[in-house]
């Protein structure tokens, strides 16, 4: 497996995602090694439960390696930071050059985003074998916006032996982008549902007891749409329950979102909780009344899986891979960029009696038991590496 996000050490949750899909496929009996983009701070190859993982530098001195340096994506660095774009054909180059050298001893090339596809696919003359390359969101919603970016993106996909894409969405807007839709399976995303489970009875009591939480995890970016959420915030009306909102995260829009906070009178029910470990946004997950993705682009939701299995009903943006996710037995869609609609949703979900909420939550649980689980997941993985080889 390939990718540019990669959880940088134990406990970190940026590009967890790929992390749980290498085990699970690992669980399935399938020998994994995992090359990755280097980050200031973190090993260059360790052995973890079982998998090998490699993230080569690309840039000297290690501390001015720049193409992870914000959280929220590639497309994001390379917009904001001129020396990534520099860095960017020099990680290309080590990146193809690695993913050869581990490639030679495996079965085929499974690529995150099709920046890694394309440097798989660059590597090929030297491993010869197969490539599977999964799009995301970003590589496809923003990427092949241009010319230049639809161009690269169906040549890479074009030329995979097999694409899969995490939501409808996606599918549809790769194909849009000229890749051959006879070559795209649709393969969500999973999640760990024994990590992300609902709060036993007695915390059930004391969650009762509580101000309801409303929740947020993610990166701060723009697309996220947090600005949206806290305008709704403040159209609630004054007689609802009173109520937390918690935002779990870091990025380059916490600046403006607390100035936004005070400017809004909201700094009584506001809280910025920062970064936070798994395990910390799993028990953050288990408190929460709602989940909230105010997302103006997403290409399916990894924290809408993680409500779900926490048994926490979601109000999200009716766009892009979240309309394969959030349906009516598990919460509500609302227009994105509409702080009224999103306001009118959070009322209802405040005002929601104890039986409704329960049955959304049930639901929620199940969701996620049935289609998400990772070892479903992989297993599908699994069945699909079997008939491109």
Known sequence: MVATTFPRWAGDGQGAFIWELARAVHRQGVEVQVVALHT???????MIEGIAVARPRYWWPER?????KDGGGLPITLRK??????????????????????????????????????????ARPLHRKPVLVTVQGSDIFQVAKSGLGAWFTRR???????????????????????????????????VDIHRFMPPQEEQRGQKAAQPPIILFTGFLIQRKGVRY?????????????????????????????????????????????????????????????????????????VVLLEALASGTPVVASDVDGIRDVVVPEVGYRVPPADPAALAAALEQMLTIDAAGWQRLSQQARQCAVDLY????????????????Q
């Open 373 to 388: 689980d990772w070892d479903k997941i992989g297993a599908r993985f699994v069945e699909i590496y079997r008939g491109i």
């Open 81 to 122: 930071y001129p020396l990534a774009r520099l860095q960017l054909p020099f990680f290309m180059a080590r990146h193809s050059q690695v993913i050869a050298q581990h490639a030679r001893h495996c079965d085929l090339v499974h690529a995150h985003w099709t920046l890694s596809g394309s440097a798989a696919l660059l």
């Open 229 to 301: 959420l806290l305008e709704a915030l403040a159209l609630l009306p004054a007689h609802l329950p009173r109520y937390r909102a918690v935002i779990v995260g870091e990025g380059p829009e916490e600046e403006a979102l607390r100035a936004q906070v005070a400017a809004l009178g909201l700094g009584d029910r506001v809280e910025f909780a920062g970064f936070q470990p798994q395990a910390a946004v799993s028990e953050w997950m288990r408190q929460a009344h709602v989940f909230v993705l105010p997302s103006l682009e997403e290409g399916q939701g």
């Open 64 to 68: 001015d390696e720049s193409l992870r």
């Open 156 to 190: 890479v996909l074009n030329s995979s032996d097999q694409v899969t894409a995490l939501s409808h969405a996606l599918k549809d807007a790769a194909i849009d982008a000229g890749a051959r839709a006879e070559k795209i399976a649709i393969v969500p995303n999973g």
């Open 40 to 46: 200031p701070g973190a090993k260059t190859s360790e």
